[in-house]
């Protein structure tokens, strides 16, 4: 876990926020299924910090056994942004 951490973080550190936005997308799921949930809030928190324009990239991911919001539980103006990655 250590070693993809750091992978990634050497990684988006020479790429432009818009060009890493797949890999924080990416990053996002491998925490949902291998890390903890103070390394999730963490990374979403980031997430949130980089991308304030609202692109949620982390709509429709579960944590462990907990589900997100369908579709039609999530309000229009909240649901998936068409230039976020999915």
Do not use: W
Request: glycine share 4%; proline share 9%; hydrophobic share 35%.
């Amino acid at each position: 876990m250590v070693d993809a951490r750091a992978l990634f973080e050497r990684t988006v550190s020479k790429l432009a926020p818009q060009a890493a936005k797949p890999l924080f997308d990416r990053f996002y799921m491998y925490e949902c299924q291998y890390g903890d949930s103070a390394a999730i809030r963490k990374l979403s928190k980031r997430i949130a910090d980089l991308y304030p324009e609202g692109c949620s990239l982390m709509t429709r991911r579960s944590h462990g056994r907990i589900q997100p919001p369908a579709d039609y539980d999530t309000p229009l103006a909240l649901r998936h942004q068409p230039d976020c990655p999915s």
